[in-house]
C-alpha cells in the first residue's frame, strides 16, 4: 500500500491547482509522478514568461510600508495553507495588493471571465498574500495573446473551489495510481502528456472508448549522436557538441537536435559536456569496440518510484512473471513467423513461399508458449523455436548474396563471439536493440534491469530483453536481411580471425545508418492503426507496460504484425 503524510511539510504549488481542476490525471502525472513533455504550447507559453521570469522588485514586510508595490516572479508559501506559488506580478500599494498571472492565449469570452482552473490558481495567489498579510481581495489575468486584463474577483464560492481543490489535491496524492484517463474529452489532443497519459489507447483497451485518435508519444526533436573512433574525445562548446579526433576538429551537433550519444570503445566525453547531457535529459550510452552494449548514464533520472515499485512487486509474482512473459514470447514467434512468410527467397523452381510445415510448426511452438507451465518449460519452447527459426533464416537472403563464396554463408546461430558476418550482425543489431530498450525504459521510470522473462542475472538487463523479443525479428533480423541484400555491408567490411568475426569503423557505420532508418520507419499498430515509428512505438509499448503494472488495463498489448 501506498503510504502518505497528512501533515503540512508537502506544500501543494498553486499551478498544479490549475492542472487538478482542468485535469485530476494531468496534475497526479505532473505532480506525483513527475512526468512532463514539452509541446509547442508550453513551449510558447515558456516564451511568454519570459520577462515576468527574470523577477524585478520585492515586496515590502507589509503592504503599508510602501508607496508603490510593482515585483515580478514573487515566490511565496504557507505551512497553514499547504500552499506554495510563483507570482508573476504583484502590484498594488498601502490600499492593497494584486496578483497577476500571465496567460499565453486570448480572453475567453465565458461569464466568469475565465475558466475555473486559471481563476483558482489566480486565487491560490490571493490566499498566500493575504497569509503573509496583504490585503488582496481581487487579482487579473493577463491574456498576451489578446492583450486584456480580466479582474477576478476572490469571492466565497471562488475561495471555497479553491481550498477543495488544494484538499483535492493532497488527498489524490495519496492514491496508488493515477485517477482514470478523460473519455473522448477534447482537451486530450492538445494536453503535452497525451503521449504519456495514453487516455484513448487505455480507453480502447479497456472497452469504454470506441476510437483511437492519432495522439500519441511525442515526435523525436533529435537524432542519436555516434561517435566511433578510438581517438575521438566529446566536448561542450556553447550549445554545441564538438567531437575531437586526436584533438582535431572533426564534427559538431546541436544539443537541441541530439537525441542520444553513443561512444564506442575508447571515444570519451568531458564532465562539461556531459553535465549538459544530463540537465538536457539526453541519455549518454557506451558501447565496446565490438559493439556490446556496455552501460548509459543519465542525469538523476526518472523520478516516480511508484512505477518502480510496482514493476519489482509483479517481477516477485511468479504468476505475473509467467504471463507476462508467456505473451512476450508468443508474440516473438509470431513475428518471425511473418518475417519468414514475407521474406523467403526461394530458387527459382520453387513457389517463393515458406513452407507450410514449417509455418504450422511454428504456429504451434505458439500454442505452446502459451500453455507453458513455468518458466523454464517456456524457456525451452521458445529455444526450440528459435533453432527452427535461424535454421531458415538463410531463406531471406538474397540468392546472390549467399554462400561461402559470397561471404554471407549461414549455418546456425553462434556468438560471443561470432564466426561469421551474418552472427556478427545479428549480434550488433541485438546490442543496438537492447541500448535502445534500455534507454527507453529508464525514460519512463522502469528499472531495465529487473525483467520478468528474463530473471535476474547480475549486469543483464532483463527488462529490456524482455520487451524487445517481439521487435527481435521486425527491428534487428530485418535490418541486417535488408542491409545484406541491399549490399549496404559486404564481406570486406568485416574482420576475420581466430577471436571470432567482427565489422570494421565503415561497415558499422552503414549498418548503423541501416538500423536508424528502421528505427524511423513508420508501420500501422495493429491494435490503434495510428501510423507510428518503431522508435516511438518503443515509448508507447513501455508506458502501456506501466499502464497494466498500475492496474489500468487487464492486458498488456503486445505488438504483432501481419
Known amino acids: ?48 514568461h ?33 500552499l506554495t506559488a510563483k507570482i508573476d506580478l504583484v ?50 489575468l493577463y491574456f498576451v495573446a489578446s492583450k ?25 496524492a495519496c492514491t496508488e495510481k493515477p485517477p482514470v484517463p478523460l ?22 483497451i479497456n472497452h469504454t472508448t470506441p476510437d483511437v485518435r492519432p495522439i500519441f508519444a511525442g515526435a523525436a526533436d533529435g ?43 575508447h571515444a570519451g566525453i568531458s564532465a562539461p559536456a556531459l553535465h549538459e547531457c544530463f540537465r538536457r535529459d539526453i541519455p549518454v550510452t557506451f558501447m565496446s569496440y565490438g559493439g556490446w552494449f556496455i552501460g548509459h548514464a543519465v542525469g538523476t533520472g526518472h523520478k516516480n518510484v511508484m512505477t518502480r515499485t510496482l514493476q519489482y512487486k509483479a517481477s516477485f509474482d511468479p504468476e505475473t512473471c509467467l504471463k507476462l512473459a508467456r505473451k512476450l514470447v508468443a508474440a516473438k514467434i509470431h513475428n ?66 549467399r554462400g561461402e563464396e559470397m561471404g554471407f554463408d549461414f549455418c546456425g546461430r553462434n556468438r560471443r563471439p561470432p564466426k561469421d558476418p551474418v552472427n556478427a550482425l545479428l549480434s550488433f543489431a541485438y546490442a543496438m536493440l537492447a541500448r535502445e530498450w534500455t534507454v527507453t525504459l529508464s525514460a519512463v521510470g522502469l528499472d531495465p534491469y529487473r525483467g520478468f522473462f528474463h530473471q535476474l542475472r547480475h549486469g543483464r538487463p532483463g527488462l529490456s530483453l524482455d520487451m524487445m523479443e517481439p521487435f527481435r525479428p521486425l527491428v534487428a533480423d530485418s535490418t ?10 559486404k564481406p570486406a567490411d568485416f574482420i576475420r580471425s581466430a577471436a571470432g568475426c567482427n565489422l570494421k569503423a565503415e561497415g558499422r557505420k552503414s549498418f548503423i545508418a541501416a538500423f536508424e532508418r528502421r528505427l524511423a520507419q513508420e508501420v500501422t499498430h495493429p491494435i490503434f492503426k495510428y501510423r507510428i515509428s518503431y522508435r516511438r512505438l518503443f515509448e508507447v509499448q513501455a508506458r502501456l507496460l506501466v499502464r497494466y503494472l498500475a492496474g489500468e488495463i487487464p492486458r498488456y498489448p503486445n505488438f504483432l504484425t501481419r
Open 50 to 82: 519570459k520577462r515576468v521570469d527574470q523577477g524585478s522588485g520585492a515586496l515590502p514586510e507589509s503592504g503599508e510600508d510602501a508607496e508603490k508595490i510593482h515585483a515580478r516572479s514573487v515566490h511565496l508559501s504557507s505551512e497553514r495553507l499547504g
Open 183 to 204: 473519455d473522448d474529452s477534447p482537451k486530450c489532443p492538445r494536453c503535452s502528456l497525451v503521449g504519456i497519459c495514453l487516455p484513448d489507447e487505455i480507453g480502447f
Open 91 to 140: 502590484e498594488g500599494g498601502p490600499d492593497g495588493v494584486r496578483p497577476v498571472d500571465y496567460k499565453k492565449g486570448k480572453r475567453p469570452h465565458v461569464a466568469a471571465g475565465a475558466y475555473d482552473p486559471e481563476r483558482v490558481q489566480l486565487c491560490a495567489q490571493g490566499l498566500l498574500l493575504k497569509e503573509h498579510g496583504f490585503n488582496a481581495g481581487y487579482g487579473y
Open 480 to 489: 541486417v536481411l535488408t542491409a545484406i541484400n541491399n549490399g549496404e555491408v
Open 223 to 265: 537524432l542519436p549522436l555516434y561517435v566511433q573512433s578510438s581517438g575521438s574525445y566529446v566536448k561542450k562548446d556553447g550549445d554545441q557538441i564538438v567531437i575531437e579526433d586526436r584533438k582535431v576538429r572533426v564534427a559538431e551537433a546541436r544539443y537541441m537536435d541530439t537525441s542520444q550519444v553513443v561512444l564506442f570503445g
Open 336 to 401: 518471425c513467423r511473418t518475417l519468414l512468410r514475407r521474406n523467403w527467397k526461394a530458387p527459382d523452381d520453387e513457389e517463393g513461399r515458406a513452407p507450410a510445415d514449417l509455418l504450422h510448426a511454428m504456429k504451434n511452438d505458439i500454442a505452446q508458449a502459451g500453455r507453458a507451465k513455468s518458466l523454464a518449460e517456456l524457456l525451452g519452447v521458445e529455444g526450440n523455436a528459435a533453432r527452427r527459426y535461424f535454421e531458415y533464416l538463410h531463406s531471406m537472403i538474397s540468392m546472390d548474396r
Open 148 to 172: 486584456e486584463r480580466v479582474k477576478i474577483d476572490f469571492d466565497e464560492a471562488l475561495t471555497g473551489l479553491t481550498m477543495a481543490s488544494i484538499e483535492g489535491l493532497r488527498a489524490l
Open 1 to 48: 500500500m501506498k503510504t502518505c503524510s497528512t501533515d503540512h511539510d508537502s506544500v501543494v504549488p498553486a499551478r498544479m491547482l490549475n492542472e487538478y481542476v482542468y485535469c485530476p490525471r494531468l496534475a497526479y502525472m505532473m505532480w506525483v509522478e513527475s512526468e512532463f513533455a514539452h509541446n509547442a504550447d508550453t513551449v510558447e507559453g515558456a516564451i511568454r
